[in-house]
């Protein structure tokens, strides 16, 4: 089955995420190779649609068209017509009008993604809205913890920090609970958006809770540009509270595996003991981004005959 649109995981059927992270091991085997590249896209062109700053996911969307073949443009709204006012409907109408076949958007507005399917014949790829949802990402950390579990039913997941800013937590959440992941969440109070509960999860105001015998930690990022709202008294503070510091990490499994969607606040939200340590999978995520990307842009363009949306 492919997939039309790939807006976020909260309606994608199990059955389709598993497709996905299958999909990405066999993409993954080409990364490795000496030469990094196939045919199945050749004549299909992405384009990646970025109205904020990113580095991973941007990258790594290039690279994972570039390897299947695909020709690729990007465009910079700081320097494109976005700057004269020019509305998201109307760049989804000319990016699509160019003969683009996937366009991979992140925009700072929750359901902006969606918003461009209606105005374009385009494959769309939700590469973070707002404070909605992040799907590759958390479709790429499931496969992290495949690669290092073997599974993910049964397994629990700690996810820290500010839940209530983080589309990345919110992707992760849906995605890990349909696999069955007991996940536990923990943050400051005024990180921890209002009936979380409802979700499925667990949730603390104190990270020791959430991480006692945990087989897998997400730190998430602390998003400073958040706190001019006065949600935490200091970063420093945050650190010694909510930190993700080895004493912390010794409350977990002993095989437990530590994860980062990156970028990381480093003696903020994790330590470099942590982030660096034997535990980290956070530059083995970098590497999956390409893999579990790869297999997106392949099942959306080419993955099958028969088509339908995927909310």
């Given at each position: 089955?492919?997939?039309?649109?790939?807006?976020?995981?909260?309606?994608l059927p199990v059955e389709t995420i598993t497709k996905i992270l299958d999909t990405a091991g066999p993409m993954k085997q080409i990364i490795s190779r000496d030469l990094?590249?196939?045919?199945?896209?050749?004549?299909?062109?992405?384009?990646?649609?970025?109205?904020?700053?990113?580095?991973?996911?941007?990258l790594s969307f290039e690279l994972a068209a570039k390897y299947l073949s695909a020709d690729t443009v990007g465009l910079a709204t700081a320097s494109s017509s976005v700057v004269k006012g020019e509305t998201l409907i109307d760049t989804a109408r000319t990016v699509a009008a160019m003969g683009v076949d996937v366009i991979v958007l992140r925009h700072p507005m929750s359901g902006a993604a969606e918003l461009m399917t209606r105005y374009t014949d385009a494959y769309v790829v939700?590469?973070?809205?707002?404070?909605?949802e992040h799907p590759t990402q958390a479709l790429l950390d499931m496969f992290t913890i495949l690669e290092s579990k073997n599974r993910i039913s049964g397994l629990k997941v700690a996810i820290l920090g500010d839940i209530l800013h983080s589309r990345v937590a919110r992707s992760n959440i849906w995605g890990l609970t349909k696999l069955g992941a007991e996940v536990h969440v923990a943050g400051p109070p005024t990180m921890l958006p209002a009936g979380l509960e409802q979700l499925g999860v667990r949730v603390y105001d104190r990270p020791e809770a959430a991480l006692e015998g945990a087989d897998v930690v997400m730190a998430l990022r602390l998003q400073l540009e958040r706190q001019r709202q006065g949600l935490i008294p200091s970063l420093r503070e945050y650190a010694r509270l909510y930190g993700l510091n080895a004493e912390r990490l010794a409350l977990t499994k002993d095989d437990a595996v530590v994860l980062h969607p990156g970028p990381m606040n480093r003696g903020v939200e994790?330590?470099?003991?942590?982030?660096?340590?034997?535990?980290?999978?956070?530059?083995?995520?970098?590497t999956n981004g390409v893999a579990v990307r790869m297999a997106c842009l392949y099942l959306m363009t080419v993955g099958d005959a028969s088509r339908e949306d995927i909310d």
């Open positions: 089955m492919s997939i039309k649109h790939l807006l976020g995981l909260e309606h990094k590249k196939v045919p199945t896209l050749r004549g299909k062109a992405v384009a990646t649609v970025f109205y904020e700053p990113s580095t991973r996911t941007r939700n590469a973070g809205d707002g404070m909605h994790i330590t470099a003991e942590v982030a660096d340590g034997s535990r980290s999978l956070i530059t083995d995520q970098v």
